[in-house]
Nanobody, 121 residues
Framework: QVQLVESGGGLVQAGGSLRLSCAASGIFWSISDMSWYRQAPGKQRELLAGITRSGRTNYLDSVKGRFTISRDNAKNTVYLQMNSLKPEDTGVYYC???????????????WGQGTQVTVSS
């Protein structure tokens, strides 16, 4: 069974930093795109940053210059380095990946369980 397991959330003061990690485990052929999403209290889940297997990235405007997404393909892991955190960055952070279970088959969406990030003012 394929799973995405996140870690690194917590409580931090405004202006601080956190680094989230998300590792894929189980048996699969390949991981293509990976992303980080955030769901703030009372709001819809939003895409923060994405990265292709080759390393091309994209970001939500509100996190550009503060957040950096990266990945280690050998470790099947995606990271989100978050700097200059603001109270409005508070929420549950989810990783997502498109994972191809077997060679020549369609990739499917997988989600992590979420990790809470709380930024105090």
């Amino acid at each position: 069974q394929v799973q995405l397991v996140e870690s690194g959330g917590g409580l931090v003061q405004a202006g601080g930093s956190l680094r989230l990690s998300c590792a894929a485990s189980g048996i699969f052929w390949s991981i293509s795109d990976m992303s980080w999403y955030r769901q703030a209290p009372g709001k819809q889940r939003e895409l923060l940053a994405g990265i292709t297997r080759s390393g091309r990235t994209n970001y939500l405007d509100s996190v550009k210059g503060r957040f950096t997404i990266s990945r280690d393909n050998a470790k099947n892991t995606v990271y989100l380095q978050m700097n200059s955190l603001k109270p409005e960055d508070t929420g549950v952070y989810y990783c997502w990946a498109e994972i191809q279970r077997f060679v020549g088959t369609t990739g499917y969406d997988y989600w992590g369980q979420g990790t809470q990030v709380t930024v105090s003012s």
